[in-house]
C-alpha cells in the first residue's frame, strides 16, 4: 500500500487492529477501535477503513474524504469486478471525521460473519441522512492480493435479525465500545493496535437495542 499512497502525495498513517482472545471477530468493533486509538495520538481528519487483503489497482481512485461517505472498493477480481448489489458498502470504505461522527461509527454488535457493512449503508442513509458515492468501476477496481479462510462465513441468524429490525443506530456504535487495549507497537511501516474485546450476551443486546 505505501507505494500506492505515496504517489497519492498523502499525508498518513496505516493502522493494524489486532484482535486477542478466543471471542468471535467482530470487525465493526475493531474498525471503531482503530478510530478511537488513532485520535487519540493526532487529530486526523480522514479515515479509510480498509480490509487487509485488498489492494486498489488505478491511482485514479483517490484515498480521500469529501462530502459524503465513499464506497472505494467498487469492483473486485474475485467478483468479475462486478458490483455485487446496490447497496454494498464494504472492503475499503472513506469517511470525514464529522461523517463518522454523525453514524455513530460501525456496529458494535455483530460477531462472527456478516452484516456490519450492510448496517454501515444504513447508518449513512437513516441516521447520517446522506447517500454515498462511489468512482466508475474502470477506476474502483481492487485485487485480493490473500485469500482468508472465513470458517465462520455461514448463516448467522442473530446478526440478521439484528440488521433486519433497523434499530436506533443511536443505541449502539462509538458511544456503547467495550475492550481492553492489550499494547501500541509502533513500526516503520505501520502501527499495531493490540484488543481484547468483551462480548455482549445476545439477549442482552436485543434487550438493549429494544428487538
Given at each position: ?17 489486532n ?9 465493526g468493533?475493531?474498525?471503531?477501535v ?6 487519540k ?10 480490509d487487509?487483503?485488498?489492494?486498489p ?14 464506497h472505494?472498493?467498487?469492483?473486485i ?9 446496490a ?9 470525514s471525521?464529522?461523517?463518522?461522527l ?15 457493512d450492510?448496517?454501515?449503508y ?13 468512482y466508475p468501476?474502470?477506476i474502483a ?8 479462510n472465513?470458517?465462520?462465513a ?7 435479525i ?6 436506533n ?7 456503547t ?18 484488543v481484547?474485546?468483551?462480548?455482549e ?11
Amino acid at each position: 500500500m505505501h507505494p500506492f499512497l505515496k504517489k497519492q502525495e498523502l499525508d498518513y498513517t496505516i493502522f493494524v487492529i489486532n484482535q486477542h482472545g478466543d471471542e468471535e471477530f467482530n470487525k465493526g468493533v475493531l474498525l471503531n477501535v482503530g478510530y478511537i486509538e488513532a485520535m487519540k495520538l493526532y487529530s486526523f481528519d480522514c479515515f479509510i477503513f480498509h480490509d487487509v487483503d485488498l489492494f486498489p489497482e488505478d491511482l485514479r481512485n483517490l484515498y480521500k474524504c469529501g462530502g459524503r461517505p465513499r464506497h472505494l472498493a467498487v469492483a473486485i477480481d474475485k467478483w468479475e469486478y462486478r458490483l455485487l448489489y446496490a447497496s454494498i458498502f464494504g472492503g475499503a470504505t472513506a469517511f470525514s471525521v464529522p461523517d463518522f461522527l454523525g453514524a455513530n461509527g460501525h456496529a458494535t454488535v455483530y460477531w462472527g460473519w456478516g452484516q456490519e457493512d450492510d448496517d454501515m449503508y444504513s447508518r449513512v442513509l437513516l441516521k447520517l441522512r446522506k447517500s454515498i458515492i462511489r468512482y466508475p468501476n474502470e477506476i474502483a477496481r481492487y485485487k485480493v492480493v490473500r485469500t482468508f479462510n472465513h470458517t465462520a462465513a455461514k448463516l448467522n441468524l442473530a446478526n440478521q435479525i439484528i440488521y433486519r429490525s433497523r434499530y436506533n443506530y443511536s443505541l449502539d456504535g462509538l458511544n456503547t465500545m467495550n475492550y481492553t487495549l492489550n499494547n501500541i507497537l509502533f513500526y516503520k511501516l505501520f502501527t499495531l493496535i493490540n484488543v481484547t474485546l468483551s462480548r455482549e450476551p445476545i439477549k442482552q443486546i436485543y434487550i438493549r437495542l429494544k428487538i
